[in-house]
């Protein structure tokens, strides 16, 4: 199964690039469907007693210690289902476009999707690496093909700057892999990979090494410039992408391999990291408050949230990583929303500026509900989806340290002054020419923005489902490796 | 009972889900129907709670279990006890009235379903808040009652000041719920539970003045502060009156802003265990009690004065908590109630036959046009102005007396001088309203009229309850009824302390009929002067530019908006911008550049490898994914 979620997304991938024509969209929309129900038959079938789940293993290099072995613990179902969830809504939302070559970009979509459940699933170091870097390949053409103004330039920093961090890591990846021993043997796996016992300043490289490929990722402040020009340059399908699910490859690469492989630098190096992430909350935060630009508010918005993520997971208490993990999927999903707000007003309007917007909420009722209940769901009101989220998270880095938490409790009353102030300058007081006449929601609008409203307040009201799905491997995890 | 108890808040969940799903298509009376009908069938499941509880005390019951993290279980789960269902009946019997007075004066405005909806989520909201038995519970309704004042203080979106006004009020409440949920986290790593049962039962393990008690107790009235609109966190209830008026009245002056009140009241187990921070709530109450009042005296918009009224009385409130006196608190609560949201809905249907005319500069002499609005104003005036015998006599005068036994006479002394400004700003605002010459145009004079009955019935009622209330808690020297019948109610789950520490107890009869009599006469005086300089003589408040020295410090609200803005608003902008533009853009992201410039060349040339057809590559590359998966699987 766990096979299967990656080989759906790559072959229809290479079906797209191989038919060509205006159709492979629907193609595409199948292949997101189908992956999203064997997710949702893998859910089914998960026993969370188990260690692992689906698990999928094949030599490949085994003279090296090199295996083709996946699995699936609730940590990495969690991240499948958010990819294979937030995949179709991807699709669909770019059907609103046309480009050119369409085979071209759904081509790169599937690919990017196949690449991104391969990271989730990998039971190998190698192999995880080796998606992680596939994940970077389709987004950096779909981002220099279809981006906007100044994208090559944009782009390739963005692909330069995440593929030098990835670089680090692999020195990391293979420095502990050079200390395991199993029966005179190197090994990639896993399992013998978090055997490995480093001396502190030795773990302390190491960590570091993990750290900086993650840091830039998701990113963390001062890791963080190549990310708001990015996501503003890059093409919704690719922003959506980029801040749904693959900036949740670097928060999911803390809990699963950075930490687990040394956790003995955890010690020395958490603290900072946390102060980073810490900072980044604020100052990213502070950043967004004056933003005109939409999608860069938004941007910004998503340095601060995942800011919070990672101090929590950071801070290595059950209730700080079950609040990161859960919000994780929380983010995604409400990311994905804003960012389709962000193309529906560009595409109505011609402009992301906050100043040429206002008065929406008269010609567009609808549409401002909507709007309202992922915005809602972004401040983390309670009841949306962003708060059990928060609420943990908050509590785990408080736990962590009392000036922490107090520093990153600023999130809730910055997150309500730019989210607020943006709804208010776009929807509300009085229309103008451009916004008198603003179309209501249209039947591919009320789909997704309709699924990710429900979503909203149906995580908002039960997180408890997505909580027992990683609760025991989060147990698991927290007992193999004290700190 | 305990089956239904959900039914409560969760009946005026569903009237919003089909009011704003299909109130657009759907004749204005059934969507005022729904929205009245689930907050009146709600009032009634209180009431039969309300019989039981009294018979057989506090029923819980548990729904689901929302989150278990760690040690932290959160269960969505009710516990209704005296003081719930109290703030319960209130909740819902004021909504429900409010409710229907809102059918006839929204009758015209395009969102009506919307506004029928929002106040519906409101009550869910509320009844979240004081209906939960742990303290997430209690925030989630905290944090829901704020979203919906946004929603309703923005109701009139197109306007831009109204949406910024709504903007201020929650951003403001926001600082307040930081307060709060670190108190929360503060009280789950003390207690290793948040659920009230659990917090109060081994809170009586600490002995007073326990630091970590005081420093709970602190954090949380900082989330009082911002939802009942204390010093410093205040200023965004006089701009929250941009809602429409039946708002103004639930939210800004019923319900909502006495959140703060019932959250302490709630946690009295805990505050008398801290004399600090008993000290605290009651130095914050006080100064706002005067300060908002010096600001009601010399307001012209007829809501604004009510505003500060409100913040001015929510002060007095948090005198009582801190002396000590938490059933005072939580009776001035329901008498306030009463009479603060007749005079809002009184002053709403005054609007209503002016037109939207808020000054009362511009108005005068309505006594005649509108006469049942007219004396169910003076009730209400009367009431607050502790007229003998009426609701706000007896609140406010068990509120002093307390104050002189547990406070001393300075704080009684302060207290009182509160309550003697209320007095004369109401009175000014009642005589300048519907006394001497009609100021207003010729147009606003043709167009004056009484408002229909569905709007004046509530009033009656409200107006009734304003005059009656005060004999729910007699006091004790007065030998009528039952005497105290309120403060025993509460027993079970109130005990009042005497923050010294020692025991409590009255007031020599003798001086507390003293202290009535004394704040009682004064109260007399202060309504026949100002009859006779408003009424009788006709003065009238000056025009703005008129304005000179103290009268023009408190018509500008001690200029406190302006210098929260040079001091907090505007340093945070121009922060906002120094860190984009230097920090960010400059500082660091030239810094990466500097590096990646070098970086650059080298990547030049790696693309030089890549100069072909990127079909080809694509293609290339997904096959040889593919053809590894090919051989490991084979």
Redesign the interface.
């Known amino acids: 199964m766990s096979l299967l979620l990656i080989l759906i997304p790559l072959l229809s991938s290479l079906a797209i690039f191989a038919l060509r024509g205006a159709n492979v969209r629907y193609v595409a929309l199948a292949a997101a469907v189908a992956n999203l129900a064997v997710t949702a038959a893998a859910w089914a079938g998960f026993d969370s007693s188990a260690a692992v789940n689906h698990a999928f293993s094949a030599p490949w290099v085994p003279q090296a210690g090199i295996s083709f072995s996946l699995s699936m613990d609730g940590i990495s179902l969690l991240l499948v289902a958010l990819t294979n969830l937030l995949a179709p809504l991807i699709v669909l939302s770019s059907y609103n476009r046309s480009f050119g070559q369409d085979a071209r970009y759904y081509g790169l979509v599937l690919m990017m999707i196949g690449a991104l459940n391969g990271v989730f699933l990998a039971d190998d170091g190698l192999l995880f690496y080796i998606f992680y870097e596939l994940a970077l390949i389709p987004i950096y053409f779909i981002c220099a093909i279809w981006g906007g103004d100044d994208r090559i330039r944009v782009t390739l920093k963005f692909f330069i700057y995440t593929f030098i961090g990835s670089l680090f890591m692999l020195v990391s990846l293979l420095w502990v892999y050079m200390q395991t021993n199993v029966e005179g043997h190197h090994s990639f796996a896993w399992t013998d990979l978090v055997q490995v016992q480093l001396p502190e300043h030795t773990a302390n490289w190491v960590m570091l090494g993990f750290f900086l490929a993650f840091a830039v990722k998701m990113p963390v402040f001062p890791f963080h410039t190549w990310q708001p020009d990015t996501y503003v340059s890059a093409p919704t399908g690719g922003t959506m992408l980029l801040s749904g699910i693959m900036l949740k490859m670097g928060i999911y690469g803390v809990i699963r391999w950075m930490v687990p492989l040394a956790p003995e630098a955890m010690h020395t190096l958490a603290p900072t990291f946390i102060t980073l992430a810490v900072i980044g909350i604020v100052y990213a935060s502070i950043i967004a408050i004056k933003q005109s630009d939409l999608k860069r508010l938004i941007a910004y918005s998503s340095i601060a949230h995942v800011g919070l993520i990672a101090a929590g997971v950071l801070a290595w208490n059950k209730t700080g990583v079950q609040g990161g993990l859960i919000q994780m999927l929380n983010h995604g999903i409400n990311v994905v929303g804003l960012f389709y707000v962000v193309d529906l007003l560009e595409r109505r309007l011609g402009t992301r500026s906050l100043s040429d917007m206002g008065g929406i909420a008269k010609s567009a009722p609808r549409f401002a509900t909507l709007f309202m209940i992922i915005t809602l769901g972004a401040v983390a009101v309670p009841l949306t989806n962003g708060f059990p989220g928060e609420f943990m998270l908050l509590n785990g880095v408080w736990k962590y340290n009392f000036w922490a938490g107090l520093a990153a409790g600023f999130t809730i009353i910055f997150g309500a002054v730019y989210m607020l102030r943006a709804y208010g300058l776009a929807m509300f007081g009085t229309t103008n020419d451009n916004t008198e006449r603003f179309a209501d929601v249209e039947t591919r609008d009320w789909i997704v923005l309709g699924a990710i409203a429900a979503l909203v307040i149906l995580l908002g009201f039960f997180p408890q489902i997505v909580l027992n799905l990683t609760d025991a491997s989060v147990n698991r995890i927290l007992g193999a490796v004290q700190i | 009972m305990q089956q239904l108890i959900p039914l409560i808040p969760f009946l005026p969940l569903i009237g919003f889900a089909i009011n704003?799903l299909f109130g657009?298509n759907m004749s204005k009376t059934l969507v005022g129907a729904i929205g009245s009908g689930t907050v009146l069938i709600s009032f009634l499941l209180s009431v039969a709670c309300f019989n039981q509880v009294s018979a057989s005390g506090p029923i819980h019951s548990v729904l689901y279990?929302?989150?278990?993290?760690?040690s932290?279980r959160v269960d969505f789960s009710f516990l209704v006890d005296q003081l719930s269902v109290w703030m319960m009946l209130i909740v819902t019997g004021v909504g429900f009235l409010i409710h229907v007075y809102s059918m006839g004066y929204m009758h015209d405005d395009e969102g009506y379903w919307k506004f029928f909806a929002y106040l519906n989520l409101f009550i869910f909201s509320m009844l979240l808040l004081v209906m939960g038995d742990n303290f997430?519970m209690l925030?989630?309704g905290w944090?829901?009652v704020g979203?919906c004042s946004?929603l309703l203080i923005?109701f009139w979106?197109?306007?831009?000041e109204y949406?910024?006004a709504?903007?201020k009020a929650?951003?403001m409440n926001?600082?307040g719920?930081?307060g709060l949920?670190?108190g929360i986290?503060l009280i789950?790593?003390t207690f290793g539970s948040i659920s009230y049962a659990d917090v109060f039962a081994s809170a009586k393990n600490f002995t007073a003045g326990d630091p970590t008690i005081t420093a709970i107790c602190i954090l949380l009235f900082i989330g009082a502060m911002g939802k009942s609109a204390q010093i410093p966190l205040y200023t965004w209830l006089p701009d929250a009156m941009a809602g429409p008026t039946p708002v103004s009245a639930l939210i800004h002056a019923a319900t909502m802003v006495t959140a703060g009140i019932y959250l302490v009241a709630r946690c009295n187990g805990l505050y008398s265990l801290s004399p600090d921070a008993l000290h605290l709530v009651a130095l914050v109450g006080l100064l706002t009690s005067i300060f908002a009042a010096l600001i009601g005296l010399r307001q012209n918009d007829i809501k604004k004065v009510l505003a500060y009224s409100t913040v001015s009385q929510l002060g007095l409130m948090f005198v009582a908590l801190g002396m000590g006196a938490y059933t005072s608190a939580m009776f001035h609560v329901t008498t306030h109630a009463f009479f603060k949201a007749l005079l809002f809905l009184g002053a709403g249907s005054v609007i209503h036959a002016m037109g939207g005319e808020q000054d009362i500069r511009n108005m005068g002499g309505l006594r005649k046009a509108l006469p049942i609005t007219f004396w169910v104003f003076l009730i209400g005036t009367f009431a607050i102005a502790g007229f003998p015998l009426m609701a706000g006599f007896f609140s406010k005068d068990e509120i002093f007396a307390n104050t002189w036994a547990a406070g001393g006479k300075l704080w009684w002394g302060f207290a009182g001088l509160g309550g003697m400004l209320t007095a004369i700003y109401m009175c000014r605002l009642l005589f300048v309203t519907f006394f001497g010459q009609f100021r207003g145009t010729e147009e606003q004079k043709h167009h004056l009229h009484e408002s229909p009955l569905v709007m004046t019935l509530p009033l009656i009622v409200l107006a009734v309850l304003s005059l009656a209330g005060g004999f729910l808690n007699i006091p004790h020297f007065m030998h009528i009824g039952t005497p105290q019948w309120l403060e025993h109610f509460f027993e079970p789950v109130v005990t009042n302390v005497n923050p010294h520490g020692g025991e409590l107890h009255h007031l020599e009869a003798s001086t507390e009929w003293s202290l009535m009599i004394f704040t009682t006469s004064l109260a007399l005086v202060v309504i026949a002067v100002s009859y006779y300089i408003y009424a009788v003589r006709g003065s009238r408040p000056v025009t703005d530019a008129e304005q000179t020295g103290l009268t023009k410090l408190f018509a500008h609200k001690f200029y406190v908006d302006e210098i929260y803005d040079t001091v907090f608003v505007r340093p945070?902008?121009r922060?906002?911008?120094l860190?984009?533009y230097y920090?960010?853009?400059w500082g660091?992201?030239g810094a990466?550049?500097g590096v990646?410039n070098g970086?650059?060349a080298l990547?030049a040339q790696f693309r030089r490898l890549q100069n072909g057809n990127?079909?080809y590559y694509?293609?290339s590359?997904?096959?040889g994914?593919?053809l590894?998966?090919l051989v490991?699987?084979l």
């Open positions: 704003g657009r279990n929302f989150f278990t993290v760690d932290l997430l925030f989630f944090e829901g979203l946004y923005g979106y197109h306007n831009r949406g910024h709504a903007r929650f951003i926001r600082i719920d930081l949920l670190l986290f789950y790593n945070v902008e922060l906002s911008k860190f984009h920090v960010d853009i660091i992201d990466v550049n990646g970086i650059q990547g990127i079909e694509l293609l590359m997904v096959a994914a593919i590894i998966l490991v699987f």
